[in-house]
């Protein structure tokens, strides 16, 4: 799939995708799904942050988004 | 698209009637240049507009999340950068350093709000993102 392939399945201009492989934009959530689900991958497998986010010392402190 | 299209073929047909309209007001009145010369501009610019538009942005979308983010951040720098130069300009008219007439200070701002927002646009969107 091309650039602009994709850019119009996600309706985005084709420069947009060329900064998203760069690593350069920061895509919205949505954009992120749609070009995963474009893409037939999950968003992690596509994106990569870097953690330097510090873990929470107390567990009690962490959220629970599942049971 | 089709949308993106129509847009563009409203901006092209819009330019050619002011262009034509302004071209033949100034050849009907010749005493009277302001008028014709504004429509004509106008015109032009639509024109060339819509023409760059259609050639520029005929496969995709004109606008997606990242030029709706990088055009509003370019428009609040543009006015920051407004901000500080009419604070400048205030003090530098208080202490009798620089005296402006109020035509002139506004027209300066103008530019300077409306240039300062196209770099900062044009510099973001060279970058990539705001960050």
């Keep these: ?67 | 698209m089709r949308e993106t299209n129509q847009r563009n073929l409203s901006r092209i047909i819009t330019g050619m009637l002011m262009g034509v309209s302004g071209l033949v007001y100034v050849i009907m009145t010749p005493g009277e240049m302001m008028i014709g010369t504004i429509l004509l501009v106008a015109g032009i610019t639509f024109l060339l507009s819509g023409i760059i538009r259609h050639t520029k942005f005929d496969t995709g979308p004109e606008s997606d999340e990242r030029s709706k983010k990088i055009g509003a951040y370019g428009l609040s720098y543009g006015w920051l950068t407004g901000l500080f130069f009419m604070f400048v300009l205030f003090w530098l008219d208080y202490l009798n350093i620089v005296r402006l007439g109020t035509q002139i200070a506004l027209a300066l701002s103008i530019v300077v709000l409306a240039l300062s927002a196209r770099f900062y646009q044009m510099y973001l969107f060279r970058k990539g993102d705001i960050e």
């Design chain 1, 1 to 67: 799939m091309t650039q602009d392939d994709l850019a119009k399945k996600v309706g985005v201009r084709r420069e947009t995708i060329v900064f998203l492989e760069q690593g350069k934009y920061n895509p919205s959530l949505r954009l992120a799904h749609d070009v995963a689900h474009a893409l037939h991958a999950k968003i992690d497998e596509l994106f990569i942050f870097d953690d330097d986010m510090p873990e929470p010392e107390d567990p009690e402190t962490r959220v629970v988004l599942v049971d």
